[in-house]
């Protein structure tokens, strides 16, 4: 069996060549494009001292040996310089205010969705074939299939337009006496709960269906049995032995999804205006604000990459048959 | 060497797929996600038949457009007497109480309504407010209105049979003129605007047998007192024959007054005499200057349509080289003549044709437009009058192939319509708008490309004098029976419209929206249906492509193993780490808006999810006994693959598959609304971005409601027949 220290190491590894083979991969595709689509889409429009700016920053238009080193060392050193549209701001100054609020509402979202569909799963599948397993199938199958936008939208008119329970946008209110952590964290928390809504009901879906199918198969098993035979209540039974084996694969997948903490909320974002991550790189495309979006791309990715080892390393942890 | 024929492996297909139809037609989710699917191919096949309108057609802009518009009931003294109209504009310095309909009878009464007009921009409103009662004298046929009447003396001018009143706001009057002839002919009052010292500043002109008088103002700026003065004077111009139609008046500052008179024996020019005084300005007539015949050049004769003569531009700037240099003459004989003022030389002669011999009916004065003359000219033949713009600097239709239809005859003349760039005409039941200027094609009614909107007029009968007056540029009023009616000129946009059905109030025709449509007009329901055909299209291409990718490269890393599976899992785990969206949004915003770039960026970052589960499939089937024994007896590797592992992976692929067309659908729909899709594709996508983008998101619920639920549909039902499917061929998710 191998130790849990090698595996990390080994794992570890493993993300930095991903990682780099991630640079020369988007390096390549802006590279190797047909030049006059790249011309004709994003440099066209860009004024000399940008381009030169560019050419400083990440090599791009200049011949290939050396824009390649530049942008890789760049890259690898976190230099992305400042902003286009924001001038002067340090492209990691924007992201650096921008990752909170997205792993605020993701991380939020993700939790509590997992959360709902282990409690919900549970008794969906305990109860097969019963009114609430066959309403979370229809409704999970539904949501499953909606795209995110258009729920986004429409939770936006019903609860935010017709009836103004929520707030139409924005990631805090301006109204904010900014000196009260407090209020602070309300407001913050006030904006992010429609699109933290709409991102729930999403994965809740597919955690709904997983912990229903896991109970379907753990209920088969034996020491179910036994548990009922020794006269203990239906829920010690139920959340004492059947739901406890059933949620393996329930936290692998919650642990899989945690690297798309990052990228995942790129429209919801975009609809609310919530200025996350998603939202920076949105803008920052349709802006033309392409440090922003050269440094967005390496550090979502990036930030993807490690949330993998995290989960990896977690997911080691849990079950040694992983680890090789 | 056991060889299976193609005979035996198809006998055996299609048991199979008799048995996994037996079981999926047990399924009822898999049988409802099978019927949503045919649904959506038939509709996307037969979308001409089930929406009569393509994505493309937009709904007229009779319906899309609305007016204000109101009709008021005239009850004067309860005189059973035609009741005529008038304009007023604006009223002096635009003070609300000067600005009214003026309604007016020849039995002695006027009076006015009061206007306002309130709102501003695309949505004007015409408000009614009060009216009030004149006296005016008895027998007055036609009044006009001075718009730049720097005093109060001089509001109106009203005809009579033989006599010329100049009435002041409230209708008192302030100078009258008894004539010896009946008037017959007024020439248009000639407004020009005031402080310009030592020129005219107003005229104009009445015909009748073959006598004409004309009445001038002008205006005197005296330093002396820092004010300006105001002398009128009149005279008369007798011809040796009678006049025939209109009059035209040149009173500009750069040279002498003129007035050009047309007679039965020729066009006749008469100057008007300047003779400075002491004090002012007199003006009396002069004599001659030109006398031009009524002769084509090969001496044969001609008449003057009833229309008459007219200068190419009506408006008081251009003075001369464009507008007013040229007298347009146009013939019964479908001739079009053009005169020097100056000397009254024909300076040409050109025939003005028209499709289905129509016949010239008609030239009216124009309108200098963005660097153009442009004169309305109509055309006559079988009932209907053809109306176009004629350009006299080019001496040919400014289009050929831009026309307007009418039915019938015109009525009246042809007005501009300022600030508009557009004119306006009328027949016995409609008045019409016609712009300048146009896309392709010949309709009726033209969209302007401003995005107020105007559309064309109906507000019932138009008698007498063609149509009515046109207030502050916005209304057009007329009066018909009892009734004046009112409409604003600018409409404003009433799309994108609720579902419904919409009479044409112009042609009657009854347009079906049940979806309603978007803000150009288009219908939801076409482009829900014709829709359907790209989003399967792109759904399936792309979802197989992606699949079959997977299962290429996951077999052949899977099955050859070593250094090339270490490096393919290596290509596979970064393409799994990176995030989806972002990566798709990058490409796509690199290579194009285009719908197949869009399928490639999908197709690209969605291969790598099959591969790993395929080469997992691969792994344990490569252990397997007959594949030992197939290579036993010399098979090769390719046919290995093709034969024992591919058959055995693809059943397992077709949920990927299945569940992937919803996948893709969303994918692009999510793509189209941040706005990296393709603008030309019709797909269900592009219409909620286009919702989002005029801004109606939150206010029309028939747009944003039916591409949602037509995208969930269809992903819904090819999921649940991938889950159905695979439930029947992969053995762990059966009922127990």
Request: net charge neutral.
């Amino acid at each position: 069996m191998a130790s849990l220290g090698r595996y990390i190491v080994g794992r570890a590894v493993q993300i930095v060549i991903t990682y780099i083979i991630i640079v020369i991969f988007v390096y390549l595709m802006v590279a190797l494009l047909p030049t006059n689509y790249v011309g004709l889409l994003a440099f066209s429009h860009m004024t000399p001292a940008q381009k030169l700016y560019l050419e400083k920053q990440f090599g791009i238009g200049l011949p290939f040996w050396q824009s390649f080193s530049i942008y890789f060392v760049h890259m690898l050193t976190f230099n992305f310089g400042t902003s286009f549209y924001y001038t002067g701001t340090p492209v990691l100054t924007l992201i650096g205010q921008a990752l909170p609020r997205t792993l605020l509402l993701l991380g939020e979202a993700t939790i509590l969705s997992y959360l709902l569909g282990y409690i919900i799963g549970t008794y969906a599948g305990w109860k097969r074939g019963g009114v609430l397993d066959n309403s979370a199938i229809y409704f999970s199958f539904t949501f499953y299939n909606i795209p995110t936008f258009w729920l986004g939208i429409v939770l936006l008119y019903i609860l935010a337009y017709k009836y103004p329970i929520f707030p139409l946008g924005g990631y805090i209110s301006s109204n904010i006496n900014m000196s009260n952590p407090f209020s602070v964290f309300l407001s913050l928390q006030y904006h992010a709960l429609l699109p933290m809504i709409v991102l729930t009901l999403i994965s809740l879906a597919g955690a709904l269906l997983l912990m229903r199918t896991s109970m379907l198969d753990v209920q088969g098993e034996e020491y179910i049995n036994l548990a009922t035979a020794k006269g203990l209540s239906e829920r010690e039974v139920l959340f004492r032995h059947a739901s406890r084996n059933a949620i393996l694969p329930l936290i692998t997948s919650f642990i899989l999804s945690l690297p798309f903490i990052v990228g995942g909320a790129v429209v919801t974002e975009d609809i609310f205006s919530y200025q996350g991550i998603g939202y920076l790189y949105i803008s920052s495309i349709d802006r033309l604000d392409m440090p922003v979006v050269y440094a967005l791309t390496f550090i979502i990715s990036i930030l993807v990459l490690l949330f993998n080892l995290f989960a990896d390393v977690l997911y080691g942890f849990l079950d040694p048959r992983v680890r090789y | 060497m056991a060889n299976v024929s193609y005979l035996e492996t198809i006998r055996s297909l299609r048991r199979s797929a008799k048995t996994i139809w037996g079981a999926f037609r047990r399924s009822p989710s898999g049988m409802f996600g099978l019927i949503i699917i045919l649904a959506f191919v038939i509709m996307a096949i037969f979308a001409p038949v089930l929406s009569p309108y393509t994505p493309q057609q937009t709904a007229p802009d009779s319906i899309q457009f609305m007016s204000d518009s109101g009709h008021v009931i005239v009850n004067m003294n309860n005189i059973n007497e035609p009741t005529y109209l008038v304009t007023q504009i604006g009223g002096r310095g635009g003070s609300e109480s000067t600005t009214g309909i003026v309604v007016y009878n020849n039995t002695g009464h006027a009076r006015v309504y009061d206007l306002g007009v309130t709102g501003n921009g695309s949505k004007l409103q015409l408000k009614i407010k009060d009216y009030h009662n004149y006296t005016i004298p008895q027998g007055i046929n036609q009044m006009y209105s001075f718009i730049y009447d720097p005093t109060t003396s001089m509001s109106y001018v009203g005809l009579a049979n033989h006599t010329v009143y100049i009435l002041s706001s409230s209708f008192s009057v302030t100078k009258s003129y008894n004539l010896t002839f009946p008037i017959r002919y007024f020439s248009g009052i000639f407004d020009k605007y005031p402080f310009s010292s030592y020129s005219p500043t107003m005229g104009f002109a009445v015909s009748g047998m073959n006598h004409t008088f004309l009445f001038i103002e002008e205006g005197n700026f005296s330093a002396l007192t820092n004010s300006v003065k105001y002398y009128s004077f009149t005279m008369q111009f007798n011809t040796a024959s009678n006049v025939i139609s209109s009059p035209l008046l040149y009173l500009y500052l750069s040279s002498n007054p003129e007035i050009i008179i047309p007679t039965q024996d020729g066009i006749m020019d008469f100057s008007i005499l300047e003779t400075p005084s002491i004090f002012n300005l007199q003006l009396s007539a002069g004599s001659l200057q030109w006398s031009s015949k009524l002769e084509y050049p090969n001496g044969s004769s001609y008449s003057i349509l009833p229309t008459g003569i007219a200068f190419p531009d009506n408006s008081p700037s251009l003075e001369s080289n464009l507008g007013k240099n040229i007298i347009m003459v146009p013939t019964k004989d479908s001739y079009i003549l053009e005169y020097s003022r100056i000397n009254g030389s024909l300076m040409s002669m050109t025939k003005a044709t028209f499709v289905n011999n129509a016949v010239l009916s008609g030239l009216y004065s124009g309108q200098y437009i963005t660097g153009n003359i442009t004169m309305p000219v109509s055309f006559y033949s079988n009932g209907k009058s053809y109306v176009t713009f004629w350009n006299p600097l080019i001496n040919k239709l400014s289009s050929s192939s831009y026309y307007a239809t009418i039915p019938g005859e015109i009525i009246g003349s042809i007005q501009y319509i300022n600030g508009a760039n557009e004119f306006m005409v009328a027949n016995q039941n409609l008045a019409y708008y016609i712009p300048v200027t146009k896309s392709s094609g010949n309709v009726t009614y033209l969209p302007m490309p401003s995005k107020s909107g105007f559309y064309p007029l109906y507000i019932g009968n138009v008698i007498q004098g063609g149509v009515g007056a046109v207030i502050a540029g916005n209304y057009v009023v007329t009066v018909s029976g009892n009734g004046l009616f009112y409409e604003s000129v600018v409409g404003y946009k009433i799309s994108p419209l609720p579902p419904g059905n919409y009479k044409d109030p112009a042609t009657g025709q009854v347009y079906n929206y049940p979806l309603g449509t978007d803000y150009e007009g288009h219908s939801i329901w076409a482009w829900i249906v014709y829709g359907a055909r790209l989003e399967l299209t792109i759904g399936i291409i792309a979802a197989i492509s992606s699949v079959l990718i997977g299962v290429f490269i996951g077999i052949l890393s899977g099955y050859f193993g070593g250094v090339m599976d270490a490096l393919i899992m290596r290509l596979v785990d970064v393409f799994l780490s990176l995030p989806f969206l972002i990566f798709v949004i990058l490409l796509v915003s690199l290579l194009g808006p285009n719908i197949w770039y869009v399928v490639v960026a999908i197709v690209i970052f969605s291969w790598a999810g099959t591969a790993r589960v395929v080469r997992a499939v691969t792994l344990s089937l490569k252990e397997r006994p007959y594949i030992d024994a197939s290579r036993a007896q010399g098979a090769s590797n390719g046919r290995i693959m093709t034969t024992h592992i591919l058959p055995n992976v693809l059943p397992l692929t077709f949920f990927y598959m299945s569940t992937g067309v919803g996948g893709v659908i969303i994918t692009e729909a999510t793509l189209d609304f941040l706005g990296f899709g393709d603008p030309t594709s019709v797909t269900w996508g592009m219409l909620l971005q286009f919702l989002q983008t005029t801004g109606y998101t939150l206010l029309a619920p028939w747009w944003l409601v039916p591409p949602g639920v037509a995208i969930i549909l269809l992903s819904l039902s090819f999921y649940l027949v991938g889950r159905a499917f695979d439930e029947i061929v992969n053995p762990r998710l059966r009922r127990r």
